[in-house]
């Protein structure tokens, strides 16, 4: 089975701290992308990184990491001193390579609130 | 270069009415994806599109809906005979490849009353 759980529905915190978003995924295929997504208030899709089943290094984006761990099928989002812009729906996803084609499968999202 | 359009951005139809959604890709992307946003729950996969080709519809509703990618012009998704439970908000993504990123258009509301 393909899988995604984003297993936190809802963070709050407050603004500069840092702040972790889990994703745990599962699929049978040996290659495979994982993605993350934010979606705002206003609604739309904003695509923040692809990593490939191959490449385990971690990655760090300004004020945003990725950590990439294959052995416990997990790839998890942080943000350091998060700002109230951070507030939105994130959203990881998996793409299977070879068996479904280019679909992505999306966990249920976790939705981040930052207060000033 | 403009990003993925979808129009309508919101579209109300009462209940037994058609819903044609539309989706413009990114210049140069040939594959179209179409993903359905229920309230309060995560995207879901409908259906993968090439030119004029369905490559994968394995989750589109069986009956009501159709989409279509023609040669020319923007991929439609179709619901006919729209019902409440349709209401949703529907985003398109294309891309260059099936393993390139998908882009995403913001979406279209739809509201069945």
């Known amino acids: 089975a393909q899988k995604v759980t984003q297993a936190q529905t809802e963070i709050s915190v407050v603004e500069k701290e840092d702040v972790t978003l889990d994703c745990v995924y599962e699929?049978?295929?040996?290659?495979?992308?994982l993605f993350w997504y934010k979606q705002p208030p206003s609604g739309e899709l904003v695509f923040l990184i692809r990593r490939n089943s191959f490449d385990e290094q971690n990655e760090i984006s300004g004020r945003y990491s990725w950590n990439f761990q294959k052995s416990t099928s997990s790839f998890n989002f942080t943000i350091t001193a998060s700002q109230v812009v951070d507030s939105a729906v994130y959203f990881c996803?998996?793409?299977?390579?070879?068996?479904?084609?280019?679909?992505?499968?999306f966990g249920q999202g976790t939705e981040l609130s930052v207060k000033p | 270069n403009a990003g993925v359009m979808q129009n309508p951005r919101h579209l109300v139809r009462r209940r037994g009415q058609e819903a044609r959604l539309r989706c413009s890709p990114m210049k140069g992307h040939s594959h179209v994806y179409w993903y359905r946003q229920l309230p309060e729950e995560g995207l879901k996969f409908m259906v993968y599109l090439q030119k004029e080709n369905i490559i994968d519809e394995s989750g589109m509703p069986k009956e009501r809906f159709s989409a279509e990618f023609p040669k020319e012009g923007p991929s439609i998704l179709r619901i006919q005979q729209v019902v409440r439970g349709d209401s949703a908000a529907y985003f398109c993504a294309s891309s260059q490849g099936s393993t390139a990123e998908q882009y995403f258009g913001p979406g279209t509301r739809l509201t069945v009353t």
């Open positions: 699929t049978r295929d040996t290659t495979y992308y």
């Open positions: 996803a998996l793409r299977p390579l070879y068996n479904q084609g280019g679909k992505l499968i």
